[in-house]
């Protein structure tokens, strides 16, 4: 049985990573995904790979491939023997790996640290503290923060509630996805989108408010608009508004409609969170006025009718990054 060039050198990378101590089996006390590791979060988790994963010396072990390989043969054209068919599953394994790690090393040597100003922050954590006011709710499980699962929880509950008796040709379920952006971040996004302090907010598909409420209380607005769907989110959302009452901010107000049905021509800036969205929200983002601004997550809009002005990367983000776009409406 023969190789090619480029199998030799992965089978050669699961051999040499053993040298390089990038392959060996973490103690007790290093495995980063341990169950007694879940409180940790997914940068933490991260960060102990790429420690565990050095590149610079799987990199530097798999120059001397090819005198290991030849090492197993007497062969002038290299023949796996048995011992090496072994290993192939580990050493694939460990080659993907090692790409990974210097994927991984690559993301955390940018600057994702957010600045910012004393005002921004205790507006960010007032919002958090609102909606994850103790200390169980803030601490934080494989899927986010608990207090963040016992929402998301609720938003299944409200669109299992909605789909009941509903013919399935008639049911959104793509589309009612739930997700919650990171005040902090929205805070940045909000800086570039620059509103002018008179001006209205919306959030499409506003969930449980907390964009909402965030972006009352981080900037003002002559009313901050979210509307949502499911009956069961706009409920939620409004229990919010109550308490955050108490805590001062730019009025604010929550629809339960499909947003397809609001007109949004006098909004200053649009918020979606639209990874999961349909093309309807191309629809009506098309009736927004000419000046607004947009701020979209993970969906890159019509060039013809929207300008970007700025591209920003979650600082929460990990394995999977989440991208905010700053749109102005042309």
Not at 77 to 86: F, H, M, Q, V, Y
Not at 256 to 283: G, H, L, M, P
Request: include cysteine; aromatic fraction near 8%; proline fraction near 3%.
């Amino acid at each position: 049985m023969r190789v090619t060039v480029s199998a030799t050198l992965i089978l050669a990378a699961g051999l040499c990573l053993d040298r390089s101590q990038a392959f060996l089996a973490p103690t007790p006390a290093q495995r980063p995904f341990s169950s007694s590791s879940s409180s940790l979060s997914r940068t933490s988790r991260s960060s102990h790979l790429t420690m565990a994963l050095d590149p610079t010396s799987t990199v530097e072990a798999l120059q001397h491939a090819e005198s290991i390989l030849m090492a197993y043969t007497d062969d002038t054209k290299p023949t796996l023997n048995a011992e090496i068919i072994g290993v192939s599953s580990i050493a694939v394994f460990a080659g993907l790996a090692a790409v990974f790690s210097l994927l991984t090393k690559n993301l955390k040597a940018k600057n994702f640290a957010f600045t910012l100003s004393e005002a921004e922050q205790a507006a960010v954590d007032a919002v958090k503290s609102l909606y994850d006011p103790t200390e169980e709710d803030r601490s934080l499980t494989e899927a986010g923060t608990v207090g963040f699962v016992k929402r998301k929880a609720l938003a299944e509950k409200a669109k299992e509630a909605y789909q009941k008796g509903r013919d399935d040709r008639e049911v959104r379920d793509k589309t009612l996805y739930y997700a919650e952006i990171d005040p902090s971040f929205l805070a940045v996004l909000l800086r570039a989108a620059n509103p002018s302090g008179s001006g209205i907010f919306y959030d499409l598909g506003s969930g449980a408010g907390r964009a909402v409420l965030a972006a009352a209380k981080l900037a003002k607005w002559k009313k901050a608009i979210g509307v949502e769907y499911l009956a069961g989110l706009h409920k939620e959302a409004v229990k919010y508004e109550g308490k955050f009452k108490r805590l001062g901010g730019s009025p604010t107000q929550f629809l339960n409609k499909d947003f397809t049905e609001v007109n949004i021509s006098d909004a200053e800036v649009i918020f979606a969170y639209a990874t999961k969205y349909s093309r309807d929200i191309d629809d009506v983002l098309a009736t927004a006025p000419a000046g607004s601004r947009v701020i979209s997550l993970d969906r890159r809009l019509n060039a013809r009718k929207f300008k970007l002005l700025k591209t920003i990367e979650d600082p929460a983000g990990d394995l999977q990054l989440v991208f905010g776009y700053v749109y102005l409406t042309l």
